[in-house]
């Protein structure tokens, strides 16, 4: 099947912990996204990857980095610098240019 | 900066009956797309339609339909025949063709399907 999945669904996080959420696309798309919904809102951009090896930050990217070392995977870490990582955490990818598909999301929490 | 503004937080409508989601936006550009995307209780964002900005028919597929007046700048969803499957939150959203592709969101739409 292609498509997006995300790993985990849901994702419990310690004080001062770092965390990593995991997105991988068998789409053969260049390009990747992170985006955060917090409760009542619209999604905003952490991240996003055009092409391996290279990656942008968003409006949020604070508290947050990433990798892209394959063009199928873009992992996500929520550093322990967040101070209010709760939110739900969404993947998507696209040709350049064109639609963004999105996975169906990991849940963070903190403990 | 580009912005999307949806002023309806709720809305509902009868099973099998035709509801109408608002979207506004604002952008200096000329060349972009427009999209509605649904959310369900899953939280998976679907893709419900596009509209590319240079085409000025609009955009339908199946039961679902926009209204693109791109001098008002205005994208609105029409969904006829409602189903009880149909009950989600709705996003509209803008990106601009010519940039790294990140997309703008609205605070969203939650529309409710009564039996």
Request: with cysteine.
């Amino acid at each position: 099947d292609g498509g997006i999945t995300q790993s985990p669904k849901y994702l419990f996080r310690k004080e001062g912990q770092n965390v990593t959420l995991s997105c991988e696309q068998n789409l053969n798309h260049d390009a990747m996204y992170w985006y955060r919904q917090d409760p009542g809102q619209g999604l905003r951009l952490i991240y996003y990857s055009q092409i391996v090896n290279d990656f942008q930050k968003g409006d949020i990217a604070e508290g947050y980095s990433v990798s892209r070392e394959k063009k199928e995977s873009f992992p996500l870490t929520v550093t322990s610098a967040q101070k209010n990582p709760t939110a739900f955490y969404l993947c998507a990818s696209s040709r350049l240019g064109e639609t963004q598909y999105f996975g169906p999301g990991t849940r963070l929490l903190v403990l | 900066a580009q912005t999307v503004t949806q002023s309806q937080p709720e809305m509902s409508v009868q099973e099998a009956e035709t509801v109408t989601l608002s979207c506004t936006y604002d952008t200096s550009e000329s060349d972009y797309y427009l999209f509605w995307y649904k959310q369900p209780p899953s939280r998976q964002m679907i893709l419900v339609i596009r509209q590319e900005a240079y085409k000025q028919q609009n955009a339908t597929e199946n039961r679902f339909s926009v209204n693109f007046q791109k001098a008002a700048k205005s994208f609105s969803l029409k969904i006829s025949d409602s189903q009880l499957g149909d009950a989600a939150m709705y996003f509209c959203a803008y990106t601009y063709r010519g940039g790294n592709n990140d997309m703008r969101f609205g605070a969203g739409t939650r529309l409710t399907v009564k039996p």
